[in-house]
């Protein structure tokens, strides 16, 4: 498999690309930035995954937040998926982790903090049957969130540098009236507005409340319910655990193993163009037990993509938030819609876990059901076709495992069988996913669907300090980024660090 993933970022990235393409290259790294910039929701550019050796995947069990949450807070999460060092398993799963609140900030009013910040220490596990070890880990992602982490701390999102403040204005000189105007909101269409009609004081207060009412703002602080999939980072020179040997691999049905070889994988859209999805699943049940699978395990179903659901899903985008079942696009197998369409999000709508779904008939005895999995990490801007658009993670497989890890922890499969194809690991590459070509079986079982009502917080402040709070935060966003010097020192920024991050993928690929 590594060769093949070194021969593909060969040809991904050239080793000397000519001057030409590198500043086209630049060019339109640099439209890209522009447009994306106008959207807060938007990740960095996503890298390719980091080997998963060194990560353990865990569910918080405790709620925690970044306004009242203290530091020194105890918290629990609980392992999904067995983590394997040295073909032994030392973190089993099911194993309780135990950590506390580091540190946390809060923004409050925001005359201090713009962003919210928490950090979360890991202490030690504890397995099932009661053994008790040290935990060298520290927290690596937080599954779909819109924060980030940096040096595993929890960053969280600067919530008035959204599209929304883009409606008014920017500046590029400083003076005293637009200080005063950017404290009360009155700056780009609203000042304009309420200059060009005169509308005087009165008029000016009802242009502000309109736009309070009109664009919604998102929330600034870190909210994360029990059922948060997040992934540690485990130092394997220092890890303790059980020492046991993993389970043995299984291996499909003879039927269904040779008809899954047989048959296509490819994803395409409608004018058959390919994409990076393949059928990287299958299920062996009914219909009702893939559905309950899904559900037990976290996953919602997506829904249709009409002209209202792209409208809720513009709103998510815009107000920084979670659409659970926002739409996918139109995607084809054998030149056919999936039948079903599930998806897991967190707390923004641009990332999130998908999964399309085809049923196959019935093969060698059982109803078989085919599901091409990816993962949404990001949005970005196509200048190519002038659109915003998901950004997928390459590595199918990573999603392909999340999807068995989710259902087997929610006891709704049996243990996972592999069937290999050679030919769908080099077919793989040439659609730009990065897969060593085998599709896993899961046998469904019957289980209960997830009926349970989400997790509520209590807002922060009342309603009078969430006010004071957003008209503090969009000010010092005004001044301090809604100008061209900020605008050209990011575009320089992100051109540079677009160049590194392909010299580096270079630079492996000749390795």
């Not at 709704?412 to 050679?422: F, G, I, L, Q, S």
């Not at 690991?425 to 209960?448: E, M």
Request: charged share 20%.
């Amino acid at each position: 498999m590594f060769r093949l993933l070194t021969g593909q970022q060969r040809k991904m990235v050239p080793s000397r690309p000519n001057r030409g393409h590198s500043l086209r290259r630049i060019h339109s790294s640099a439209l890209t930035f522009l447009v994306s910039l106008t959207v807060a929701g938007l990740c960095p550019p996503a890298l390719f995954a980091s080997s998963l050796s060194d990560e353990v995947e865990v569910r918080l069990k405790t709620p925690l937040t970044s306004y009242a949450t203290k530091t020194g807070t105890p918290f629990e999460c609980v392992v999904l998926r067995s983590w394997v060092s040295n073909n032994l398993v030392v973190i089993p799963q099911g194993a309780i982790i135990h950590g506390h609140v580091g540190k946390v900030t809060s923004v409050g009013l925001g005359i201090v903090h713009e962003r919210a910040k928490m950090d979360l220490v890991f202490d030690d596990f504890v397995t099932e049957d009661g053994r008790h070890f040290p935990l060298a880990a520290t927290l690596a992602s937080v599954d779909n969130a819109r924060e980030q982490v940096k040096a595993g701390v929890v960053r969280g999102v600067l919530a008035a540098n959204q599209p929304n403040e883009l409606v008014f204005g920017m500046w590029s000189s400083p003076s005293l009236g637009m200080l005063s105007r950017t404290l009360v909101g009155l700056t780009g269409l609203s000042h304009q507005i309420s200059s060009g009609l005169s509308l005087g004081p009165a008029g000016a207060a009802g242009m502000v409340v309109l736009r309070l009412a009109i664009f919604r703002f998102p929330e600034p602080e870190i909210q994360y319910a029990p059922g948060v999939d997040m992934r540690l980072t485990v130092n394997p020179a220092l890890q303790q655990g059980v020492q046991e040997a993993p389970a043995i691999a299984l291996s499909a049905p003879d039927g269904v193993s040779e008809w899954l070889r047989k048959e296509p994988f490819g994803i395409d859209r409608r004018d058959n163009r390919p994409v990076g999805d393949i059928v990287n699943l299958a299920f062996l049940g009914s219909r009702q037990q893939l559905e309950h699978a899904f559900t037990a395990a976290g996953w919602a179903p997506a829904d249709p993509p009409t002209r209202k659901t792209k409208k809720q899903a513009y709103y998510a985008f815009n107000a920084m938030r979670a659409y659970a079942n926002a739409p996918v696009s139109a995607l084809f197998y054998k030149g056919m819609l999936p039948e079903i369409v599930f998806e897991k999000s967190l707390n923004t709508v641009t990332k999130r876990h998908h999964i399309r779904v085809w049923y196959a008939g019935v093969v060698d005895g059982h109803e078989l059901w085919l599901g091409a999995a990816t993962h949404d990490t990001g949005g970005t801007f196509n200048p190519h076709y002038f659109r915003f658009t998901h950004k997928i993670d390459p590595n199918v497989d990573d999603e392909r495992d999340k999807i068995v890890t989710d259902l087997r922890f929610a006891g709704c499969a049996d243990p996972e069988m592999r069937v290999d194809r050679p030919s769908a690991a080099s077919n793989g590459l040439d659609r730009n996913s990065l897969t060593d070509g085998s599709a896993t079986v899961l046998s469904l079982t019957d289980c209960q669907p997830n009926n349970a009502a989400p997790f509520l917080f209590t807002k922060p402040g009342n309603i009078v300090s969430r006010l004071v709070r957003r008209m503090i935060l969009e000010a010092r966003n005004h001044v301090e980024r809604e100008n061209p010097y900020y605008w050209t020192f990011e575009a320089v920024m992100h051109v540079k660090n677009h160049v590194v991050q392909s010299n580096n993928q270079a630079g492996k690929a000749t390795n």
